[in-house]
């Protein structure tokens, strides 16, 4: 039997499509915030990259932005910043 290390980042096939997605409540800042801090680890996201939907009362606001993700750290970097920014309410 073959126990080599395997690491997160072998379980991904990297450079690969990834989707980012963050829930906030609606408000005029949550679209460019999400952005902003995404574009922060990656290259600039092209507009039809993005794609954001109100809920049904409209009160709260979902973005997903499609990147090219290069790492497992990269990943996380974008997650942990998400979360740790106030407007948002969830990342997926």
Known sequence: MNN?????DDLWNFP???SVK????TCDELHITVCT??????DKIHPDSIFTKQSSKGGYTSI???IIATSR???DSINQDLQ?????AYVL
């Open 22 to 25: 963050a829930f906030g409540k």
């Open 16 to 18: 690969c499509d990834y």
């Open 84 to 88: 740790d920014c106030q407007l948002i």
């Open 4 to 8: 080599t290390n395997v690491t997160s």
């Open 64 to 66: 997903t932005l499609k």
């Open 37 to 42: 801090i995404v574009e922060k680890h990656t």
């Open 73 to 75: 750290k990269q990943i």
